[in-house]
């Protein structure tokens, strides 16, 4: 059976840099208390005229380039993304319009923060089914537009930003099978509900779920992809918590693998925050090519979802 294999990868973050001690002027804060509790330094923020769809759309650019494609080729656009302000159209679709594609199946996605892995999943599955060939997979968030800046205990986590990848058929598969799930009772743990949020969360829940379960799951996923974690060259976890990613790599076992944590720099960009972190990595060639990689988000939902891919 035909499966898929991401080829290459791209990101965009906004020009500004929001520092722990600008922030420390906005909200009673300070950087050693971020630090010590989130492990965030800095982060990204959009400007008030660049949207969602810029912002992908930018991202989706620099992976084509990167992949060396024909763009009309590209035969399905899925976006993963849950700080759209309009609700049609879709980011998918004006991207497409951006790019200048063909005539693409174009959807939009929200599982917030497991985004890009649920996208990445229905794009594999799209191309093993006969149903696309050539996928343009994003993740992208504009958290900024759906913040409380007098919040101390969202305001410091949130970033913006964009991050793409191309997956084409191929005979050898390097997307390996998802695992996927949710958390019915965990639903409410991660909300932006009405027209205007906040961005809110029950960020201890969060954290305690994520540390005592998520192992397990990840597990399971090194399994269906055939390895055994410390085969892995690479941990790409969801960057919402330096205190949440670095115990997990180690209770995986993944004791040879190069550790995401874009988090210090980019803060939680939710469905974002895995395809900026890994496409860091590949530009910095941190990864070897062909390189076994896992990859992990979870948010709000509570949603989690997960693959081993092969390192473009």
């Given at each position: 059976?035909?499966?898929?294999?991401?080829?290459?990868?791209?990101?965009?973050?906004?020009?500004?840099?929001?520092?722990?001690?600008?922030?420390?002027?906005?909200?009673?804060?300070?950087?050693?208390?971020?630090?010590?509790?989130?492990?965030?330094?800095?982060?990204?923020?959009?400007?008030?005229?660049?949207?969602?769809?810029?912002?992908?759309?930018?991202?989706?650019?620099?992976?084509?380039?990167?992949?060396?494609?024909?763009?009309?080729?590209?035969?399905?656009?899925?976006?993963?993304?849950?700080?759209?302000?309009?609700?049609?159209?879709?980011?998918?679709?004006?991207?497409?319009?951006?790019?200048?594609?063909?005539?693409?199946?174009?959807?939009?996605?929200?599982?917030?923060?497991?985004?890009?892995?649920?996208?990445?999943?229905?794009?594999?599955?799209?191309?093993?089914?006969?149903?696309?060939?050539?996928?343009?997979?994003?993740?992208?968030?504009?958290?900024?537009?759906?913040?409380?800046?007098?919040?101390?205990?969202?305001?410091?986590?949130?970033?913006?930003?964009?991050?793409?990848?191309?997956?084409?058929?191929?005979?050898?598969?390097?997307?390996?099978?998802?695992?996927?799930?949710?958390?019915?009772?965990?639903?409410?743990?991660?909300?932006?509900?009405?027209?205007?949020?906040?961005?809110?969360?029950?960020?201890?829940?969060?954290?305690?779920?994520?540390?005592?379960?998520?192992?397990?799951?990840?597990?399971?996923?090194?399994?269906?992809?055939?390895?055994?974690?410390?085969?892995?060259?690479?941990?790409?976890?969801?960057?919402?918590?330096?205190?949440?990613?670095?115990?997990?790599a180690k209770r995986l076992g993944a004791v040879n693998a190069v550790v995401a944590k874009d988090v210090v720099e980019s803060g939680?960009?939710?469905?974002?925050?895995?395809?900026?972190?890994?496409?860091?990595?590949?530009?910095?060639?941190?990864?070897?090519?062909?390189?076994?990689?896992?990859?992990?988000?979870?948010?709000?939902?509570?949603?989690?979802?997960?693959?081993?891919?092969?390192?473009?």
């Amino acid at each position: 059976m035909t499966g898929s294999r991401v080829v290459a990868l791209g990101h965009y973050q906004p020009e500004r840099v929001l520092t722990n001690d600008e922030l420390a002027t906005m909200v009673e804060t300070n950087d050693e208390w971020i630090q010590s509790r989130v492990g965030i330094r800095e982060r990204r923020i959009a400007a008030p005229d660049e949207q969602v769809d810029e912002m992908a759309w930018r991202a989706a650019d620099k992976a084509i380039a990167n992949a060396g494609l024909d763009i009309t080729e590209i035969d399905y656009v899925v976006v993963a993304t849950c700080t759209a302000i309009d609700r049609s159209p879709n980011i998918a679709a004006r991207v497409a319009a951006r790019l200048g594609l063909g005539n693409p199946a174009a959807i939009d996605l929200n599982t917030a923060c497991s985004g890009f892995a649920y996208a990445l999943a229905t794009a594999d599955q799209a191309i093993r089914a006969g149903a696309a060939s050539k996928a343009l997979v994003i993740g992208v968030e504009k958290l900024s537009d759906w913040t409380d800046w007098t919040d101390r205990t969202t305001c410091v986590l949130i970033g913006d930003g964009a991050g793409a990848a191309i997956l084409v058929a191929d005979e050898d598969p390097g997307v390996g099978p998802v695992v996927w799930g949710s958390v019915p009772e965990m639903s409410d743990a991660v909300r932006i509900e009405g027209r205007e949020g906040p961005f809110q969360q029950e960020g201890l829940s969060v954290f305690r779920w994520a540390t005592t379960q998520l192992p397990e799951i990840a597990k399971q996923v090194c399994e269906k992809a055939g390895l055994k974690p410390e085969e892995l060259g690479g941990v790409v976890l969801h960057q919402a918590n330096l205190r949440i990613i670095e115990p997990l790599a180690k209770r995986l076992g993944a004791v040879n693998a190069v550790v995401a944590k874009d988090v210090v720099e980019s803060g939680n960009t939710s469905a974002a925050s895995i395809p900026i972190a890994l496409s860091k990595l590949v530009e910095k060639r941190e990864i070897p090519s062909g390189a076994p990689v896992l990859l992990f988000g979870f948010g709000g939902g509570l949603s989690y979802a997960g693959q081993v891919i092969r390192c473009p």
